[in-house]
């Protein structure tokens, strides 16, 4: 056995959650490192990943515990560089929500509707199946991650703008509050049946048995109208509170980059990354490219 690597040569700290369980936090540190190895000569160095939601990978950055938050809610990405916590903030990709469920589908969703009139029905017959359950097959319920994720404000949202607040119940019987990282999370609602919010990249890194037992009812496209759009902003740290300025600068780069005669940068990265867990072709891209010219002030 090794010895593990000295902390000195660690120089970017890298939080978020889902894209890290998908594997492309990984896969981003890894051509970064070669690209600042190889085509900048710099020393070797390491990047680590902090595992954690939105909410968590923000406070993780103004505790200076980690040099970058990879996050997915720009409300309060904006508080960041209002109060001047920022030095850059990026769009890093696209992801996208869906809304699975069991295949029996008690809440008789219709892929065509809307995904406000699919939260309605789910609504509306998780109510009656807790008074009178269904004669045959699960009954309706919604499991929520319930843990301040970005997965977790967009299910609310959703629930919002239908002039529900299900969490605000002592008890509900078909809201099934389940505070797990969404990998586990889309496993427990394969497990009991239920609906859920996930997204694009953990459901194509989740495993086949799991993919087998939910459908998808609706998913998010690549258009910023779409409720069930997911974008993933890049946040880097206030230089002095970042562990290497030069590595943090050049990170905000790379991130931008797409370099395809040298298959370079960190939306090349993005537009190639099917993950680990896609076994059978074709291996579908987990995420998409971010939109060209974002900027935030114009929002």
Known sequence: MTDPEPKDKVGLRIANGG??????????????????????????????????DTTESIAFLESKVVDVAVTYNEAAERQLQEIGALSEWLYGWRDHFYLVGPKANPAKLDKE????????????????HAIKPPKTGPPTRFLSRYDKSATNIKESELFIKIGQ?????????WYHQYPRFPIQALEAAATLGEYTLSDRGIWLSSTDDVRS????????????????????????AKEENLLNVDLGKGFAEWVQMYDQKNKDGGQYVVEQFVGFAQAT???IPLYTRAPPNWNPNKQ
């Not at 607040?165 to 019987?173: I, N």
């Not at 609706?218 to 993933?232: F, H, S, V, Y």
């Open 19 to 52: 894209a890290g369980q998908a594997g492309l936090i990984g896969a981003w540190a890894d051509s970064f490192i070669n690209y600042m190895v190889q085509r900048r000569r710099i020393e070797p160095f390491i990047v680590e990943w902090y595992l954690g």
């Open 213 to 236: 037992r939910l459908e998808i009812y609706k998913e998010g496209k690549d258009d910023e109208k779409d409720l069930l759009l997911n974008p993933a902003h890049v946040l880097i």
């Open 281 to 283: 072709e074709p291996r």
């Open 165 to 173: 607040v299900p969490w605000a119940y002592a008890y509900s019987k």
């Open 113 to 128: 509707e809307n995904v406000l009139s699919m939260i309605k029905k789910i609504v509306r017959t998780g109510n009656e």
